[in-house]
């Protein structure tokens, strides 16, 4: 009796029969060509064109611009893509706009004048300016230096007795046109006069010099000083912001700060100034007309 044989050895004996695939002409039945092949070389083939087609498939999406039709791969990118370009729009529209406030800004400080409508944020954004542009610490100091000593030797300028000049003859821009609420009172400890104006306007230097303090005190809040020639220091007081820094350079008439009511020793807008010559108070209004 014969052994009957296992599933798999059946299986085994299948795939390893030999079949002959055989080409016709429909016409004329005549044998184009034929082949000799088993079950197993048949999976095998069939296998490898699935294998390579997934592998081919993969290579495609992965490295092609066809992944972009994948759903969900393509939204991805196309949103990281666009977020990179609003992101570069929006810094240049920010840089544009520094430009133009730059520009603006600079042609106040020419002509000495701030608009009456400027705001607080404004006034802050005129310090952009010089952080556009990048500077070396060490050129920069030179720089005002050089400024400086061109300045307190030279300017107004062209007349060499100008430090042995009186100071009665020494013109003196106003710093602000306005009403005198307080006098100059020495006895009383008020070294200086009190200008009332509008909110916002430009405070003004009253002579070239170079600015020796720019700072913030709780009775006189933002305070601004400048050393003139002569040995004069002119002194700004109560101010809502300081449009210079210490060490800057600047010229008769050109906006040093903005009037405010800063500190506890102010009731109101107002700008108290001060000028001290060889560290004694003068009466301003002896050198200034305010009105």
Known sequence: MAEKKSTWQSFKERMQNTYRLIVLNNETLEEVNSFNLTLLNLYVAICSFIVLGALLFFFLISFTPLKRLVPGYGELSSNREL??????????????????????????????????????????????????????????????EIQLEEDLSLADNSDPS???????????????????????????????????????????????????????????????????????????????????HAGDVVTAGEAVAIIGNSGTLSDGPHLHFEIWHDGVPLDPEKYIVFN
Do not use: C
């Not at 010089?130 to 005002?144: A, C, G, N, P, S």
């Open 83 to 144: 977020l990179y370009l609003y992101k570069k729009i929006d810094t240049l529209t920010h840089l544009a706009e520094s430009q133009q406030l730059y520009i603006d800004n600079f042609r106040h400080y020419v002509t000495g004048e701030i608009p009456q409508t400027l705001d607080s944020s404004d006034v802050d954004a005129e310090i952009i300016p010089e952080e556009l542009v990048e500077r070396i610490e060490e050129d920069e100091i030179l720089r005002k």
């Open 162 to 244: 100008f430090k042995d000049r009186k100071l009665e003859h020494i013109h003196m821009v106003s710093p602000i046109k306005g009403t005198i609420s307080t006098s100059f009172q020495p006895s009383i400890d008020h070294y200086g006069v009190d200008v009332l104006g509008p909110s916002n306007t430009a405070i003004k230097a009253v002579m070239d010099g170079i600015v020796i303090s720019a700072d913030w005190t709780l009775e006189t809040g933002n305070t601004l000083a400048i050393q003139h020639h002569n040995d004069v220091i002119s002194v700004y007081k109560h101010n809502s912001r300081l449009l210079k």
